[in-house]
């Protein structure tokens, strides 16, 4: 009895498991939590339904090896009642997909924890067959919007996207700009999955995006951080194309790169534009997103849009001091001429593990930065997904919905009643087949008609007209001399030191007055862990003409 009722709870549990991992669910954005906070909640959820599952399995073992019947009744599968071998089938895949996501093993061998998480179709399949249609409903509505966005998903990564540019720049980072359509809408918190085709046809991973909707219309650019063997690939890959020979004759095609990318996902609402006074607290690549916040400030102040933010500090930690080039990717001056005059702008870097700049000024960034630009003018991202068209996920939502209804009610009028059919394991497998057909025949019908929407209305825009801003790929051969004619004056660079929180925290009200202050950090988790105790303890203890500090992590970790 009690292994029963410990099935039915984690059965509740199941009904919620897959709602946060559904990247772009209409749910997640209906509630404003993003993908990458939202993962948290599918972790606890996932401990406790596996705990509660595997006490589920373990006390029915107990009981049938005190009966003495324990590999008669693992083995048996009843067409009346639940069906005991698929469920242990089922409890065999969850237990791998968890053992496998601790941790311990996830920073061991992501790819053993991504590439075993796939089991995740025998898991749902095994619990259909195990508890029959009625019981597996309970938990059938959270798994059928999981279904919804994985299919949308994969219709949107299956189109080759061309990487405009490619460069590698000497700190060991890539800069990838990658086509889209110029009716695809994100804001500068937005991260993508990234694919490269060249690399694994399996593999996908995380980035932050470093441009802002308005550096242009077609291209989106990232920051990718060679941290692993997937990102020493890449970097190497673009080395070698940039140092290949010419092709010896027009006909003969230049190689290039292609990607495929899922996304934009993240926060509808460019929260980095509620406060008149922001704080942005970087580690490392951590930057990247920061990079296109300042862009789409100085874009807004330059043309007038609605902007609050007019006092800034970035707080950047890096290790060694060949990572500050990565400011000089963009030409704050040129986005906004005079932007000192409209905005209050400070850059603190912190090189933590250098006690001394280098002996000869500009040393560090004197490296000739690899470059590839295709330029070829192969296809944008696709819309499907993301911070897409709200009208086509609902449509594509209700009628993938309304289509499972009714092929489940023919089906129960047209064969299982007339057909008296009673098997709980089949019935059960029907009802994950309806599931299924809907997603793929009724939405697919709508994604289709998405599809074609997408292309007339890029065929209504100039495909040709200013694809790039002039200068948004050009090489950039002396970073030093345009690192310093931006930033030199806006700039404090400290050697051999971490930041203190405290202290900067401490002379904000002083500086900007007593305004509510936003503060947003991406980096490591010991960097986040530090800015919220020290927000948490000036929060609790402040007074009433004391600023209040509004913290937000951009950081995550799948």
């Known amino acids: 009895m009690m292994g029963g009722h410990l099935g ?15 990247r772009g669910s209409v749910l997640l954005r209906f509630i404003n939590i993003p993908f990458e906070h939202a993962t948290r909640y599918h972790v606890w959820l996932g401990h406790l339904t596996m705990v509660l599952f595997t006490l589920h399995g373990l006390l029915y073992v107990v009981g049938w090896a005190m009966e003495g019947n324990l590999l008669h009744k693992l083995l048996s599968w009843k067409d009346i009642g639940v069906a005991i071998l698929p469920g242990v089938i089922s409890l065999v895949a969850g237990l791998l997909m968890w053992v ?19 089991l995740y179709v025998v898991f749902v399949l095994g619990l259909a067959l195990h508890v029959g249609d009625f019981i597996f409903s309970m938990a059938a509505g959270g798994i059928f919007l999981f279904m919804l966005d994985r299919f949308l998903r994969l219709c949107q990564s299956r189109r080759t996207v061309d990487i405009i540019s490619a460069k590698s720049l000497p700190c060991g980072t890539v800069e990838l700009v990658l086509s889209k359509p110029g009716n695809l809408r994100y804001n500068a918190l937005s991260f993508v999955f990234l694919q490269i085709r060249e690399l694994s046809w399996l593999q996908w991973h995380p980035f932050s995006v470093s441009s802002s909707p308005l550096d242009g219309k077609y291209h989106l650019s990232i920051l990718i951080k060679v941290l692993g063997e997937w990102t020493a690939r890449l970097r190497g890959s673009i080395m070698n194309i940039s140092e290949a020979e010419q092709p010896a004759s027009p006909s003969q095609p230049r ?3 292609t990607a ?3 996304g934009p996902y993240g926060h509808e609402a460019p929260y980095h534009l509620m406060y008149e006074n922001l704080i942005l607290v970087a580690g490392g690549i951590g930057i990247s997103p ?8 100085l874009h807004r102040v330059n043309e007038g849009r609605p902007c609050l933010p007019r006092n800034i500090l970035i707080v950047w930690a890096v290790k060694r001091s060949n990572e500050l080039p990565l400011l000089s990717t963009m030409d704050l001056e040129s986005i906004c001429p ?3 005059d409209k905005l209050n702008l400070e850059i603190s870097i912190y090189v933590t593990r250098e006690s001394d700049p280098p002996l000869e000024e500009g040393d560090i960034h004197n490296v000739t930065v690899s470059s590839v630009c295709p330029m070829s003018k192969g296809c944008g991202m696709s819309v499907l997904v993301g911070t897409g068209d709200s009208i086509w996920s609902g449509l594509y939502v209700i009628s993938s919905t309304v289509g499972f209804v009714i092929s489940l009610g023919i089906l129960y009028i047209f064969y299982i009643n007339p057909c008296s059919i009673s098997t709980w394991w089949y019935k059960g497998l029907l009802f994950f087949g309806c599931m299924l057909a809907s997603v793929v025949i009724f939405g697919g019908l709508v994604v289709g008609l998405w599809h074609l929407w997408e292309k007339k209305i890029s065929a209504r825009e100039e495909y040709e007209e200013n694809r790039l801003k002039p200068g948004m790929v050009q090489h950039n051969e002396d970073a030093v001399n345009l690192f310093q004619k931006n930033h030199t004056s806006i700039t404090t660079i400290q050697y051999g030191s971490r930041p203190d929180f405290k202290e900067i925290f401490g002379s904000i009200s002083e500086h900007w007055g007593y305004a509510d202050v936003g503060v947003i950090i991406c980096g490591p988790p010991t960097l986040e862990t530090s800015v919220a105790r ?4 000036r929060n609790l203890k402040r007074e009433s003409h004391h600023p ?5 992590s951009h950081a995550f970790d799948l």
């Open 290 to 297: 920061f990079l296109a916040i300042l862009s789409d400030i």
């Open 338 to 340: 005079y932007f000192y």
């Open 260 to 262: 495929s990318v899922e």
């Open 548 to 552: 209040v500090f509004h913290f937000h």
């Open 100 to 118: 496998t996501s601790l941790p311990p093993v996830r920073k061991w061998n992501f790819e053993l924890f991504f590439y075993t998480h796939q």
């Open 8 to 22: 039915s709870m984690g059965l509740y549990c199941m009904a919620f498991l897959f709602l946060p991992v559904a």
């Open 534 to 537: 020290e927000i948490r303890s």
């Open 255 to 257: 190689p290039k790169i």
